[in-house]
T-cell receptor, first 115, second 111 residues
Framework: EPEVTQTPSHQVTQMGQEVILRCVPI?????FYWYRQILGQKVEFLVS????????KSEIFDDQFSVERPDGSNFTLKIRSTKLEDSAMYFC?????????????FGEGSRLTVL | DAKTTQPPSMDCAEGRAANLPCNHS???????VYWYRQIHSQGPQYIIH???NNETNEMASLIITEDRKSSTLILPHATLRDTAVYYC????????????FGQGTTLQVKP
């Protein structure tokens, strides 16, 4: 069964460092997303991406964050200068094109720990 | 998007049906009801969705009341692997496909 894959599974970084989280969405999917979940809290929407541009972003997704689809397969989330409060599980998701059935396919997540 | 209310937690005996309720009294005519679950901090997993009619797939059934103000997700024969947080989400179908997750219901399936 096709799946969304994310790397790394866990990353530890120092405050102020840049971090790139990588995702390989399901092949032929057209819509891509990043969500995050701080330990013990809700899953929060960060950004949606379609046709090589951001289609929607949340208040969390400030200038420190950026997304990119550098080639035909990867979808990346960059945090420019990490803060302690960026420590969270980051989930990538994708969905097929066409009518929105609400079925997003999520990866297993990348745990980011900022020290 | 309409607000949803779910009980924070529920228990269910293994092998029995798990019935998870969701209230969405402010739902509008073009809003769908979606159910997802999250098993132990893994990525959320889509279960089922519906607009007006009851729906069934290999994972679950979704029963939506006639006035659409509430719905119930039914796992017909719960197993220990169904222990998870279950999220009821109400929204319109949209180009962005964004989902807003609430706190959900923590379902504990017990042997």
């Amino acid at each position: 069964e096709p799946e969304v894959t994310q790397t790394p599974s866990h990353q530890v970084t120092q405050m102020g460092q840049e971090v790139i989280l990588r995702c390989v969405p399901i092949s032929n999917h057209l819509y891509f997303y990043w969500y995050r979940q701080i330990l013990g809290q809700k899953v929060e929407f960060l950004v949606s991406f379609y046709n090589n541009e951001i289609s929607e972003k949340s208040e969390i997704f400030d200038d420190q964050f950026s997304v990119e689809r550098p080639d035909g397969s990867n979808f990346t989330l960059k945090i420019r200068s990490t803060k302690l409060e960026d420590s969270a599980m980051y989930f990538c998701a994708s969905r097929a094109g066409g009518w929105d059935t609400g079925e997003l396919f999520f990866g297993e997540g990348s745990r980011l720990t900022v020290l | 998007d309409a607000k949803t209310t779910q009980p924070p937690s529920m228990d269910c005996a293994e092998g029995r049906a798990a019935n998870l309720p969701c209230n969405h009294s402010t739902i509008s005519g073009n809003e769908y009801v979606y159910w997802y679950r999250q098993i132990h901090s893994q990525g959320p997993q889509y279960i089922i969705h519906g607009l007006k009619n009851n729906e069934t797939n290999e994972m679950a059934s979704l029963i939506i009341t006639e006035d659409r103000k509430s719905s119930t997700l039914i796992l017909p024969h719960a197993t220990l692997r169904d222990t998870a947080v279950y999220y009821c989400i109400v929204r319109v179908a949209s180009n962005t496909g964004k989902l807003i997750f609430g706190q959900g219901t923590t379902l504990q399936v017990k042997p």
